[in-house]
């Protein structure tokens, strides 16, 4: 592999409750002059996942129970919404103003969830959270394309989240299909054949890393990536598999 192409799919509309998200992909590819090849990788947002799958909270039918109203006063965020963010939490990991750390029932460590109000049409007063298993929700879209189109393409549902230690966000996949999700080197030589003992890349996140350039985070309207020349083994990994066990955490 010494080329990519990385293509943002125009064309796809504002995203409804059970919309059928492979449909509109299909559609936007047609209007792009483009058709799916073996090996291409799609990384679709997870904000139009969860639209499409319904996962819109209305902030008024939320009541905050008393750790929520804790927390909240705490970090100045809106009791109602640090309700939500405790029911799709495992745990707190970090409290401070305006900050508010968890690690998500998905298993991975996040601000606030991953709840989010960007880009969602209806005002200030509903939410947006993850989609229940994003996982099985790229298995869903990328049977549905190979039903479709008869070809088989790696899918990746990607977020954006912040790290530690370092300043901004990066894209990352929170739910993979048909492709590996991590990528073992060890065994491997280096250009001085040593061998290579620890190399684990983060093969998902690397791609959805690269598509974040494109999807952006404001008012792009870019939420699926079309990502052309990648060479990866024939794994169907899962973005559960990217979670550090809490035994190998150092840091949590």
């Not at 901004?168 to 991590?182: D, E, F, H, Q």
């Amino acid at each position: 592999m010494t080329q990519l192409t990385l293509t943002a799919l125009r064309g796809i509309p504002l995203v409804q409750p059970g919309d059928d998200l492979a449909r509109l992909i299909l559609d936007a590819l047609a209007a792009n002059d483009l058709t799916l090849q073996a090996t291409d990788v799609l990384v679709v947002t997870s904000k139009i996942v969860s639209k499409a799958e319904g996962r819109v909270v209305a902030l008024r039918d939320v009541t905050p129970g008393e750790q929520a109203h804790e927390l909240a006063a705490q970090t100045g965020k809106d009791p109602r919404v640090v309700e939500l963010v405790l029911q799709e939490s495992r745990g707190v990991s970090r409290v401070a103003p305006n900050v508010l750390v968890v690690e998500h029932r998905l298993g991975f460590v996040s601000a606030n969830a991953g709840i989010d109000q960007s880009n969602l049409e209806g005002g200030d007063e509903r939410v947006l959270l993850l989609p229940v298993d994003p996982d099985l929700s790229a298995r869903v879209i990328r049977q549905r394309l190979l039903e479709v189109t008869g070809v088989a393409v790696g899918v990746i549902i990607s977020d954006s989240h912040g790290r530690p230690f370092r300043l901004g966000n990066v894209n990352v996949a929170i739910g993979v299909a048909g492709m590996p999700a991590l990528v073992d080197l060890r065994g491997q030589r280096d250009l001085f054949r040593r061998t290579l003992r620890i190399s684990i890349q983060g093969y998902a996140d690397m791609v959805a890393g690269a598509a974040g350039l494109l999807t952006g985070e404001g008012a792009e309207g870019l939420p699926v990536v079309l990502v052309r020349g990648l060479t990866y083994p024939d794994i169907d990994g899962r973005a559960s598999q990217i979670n550090r066990p809490a035994e190998h955490d150092l840091y949590r």
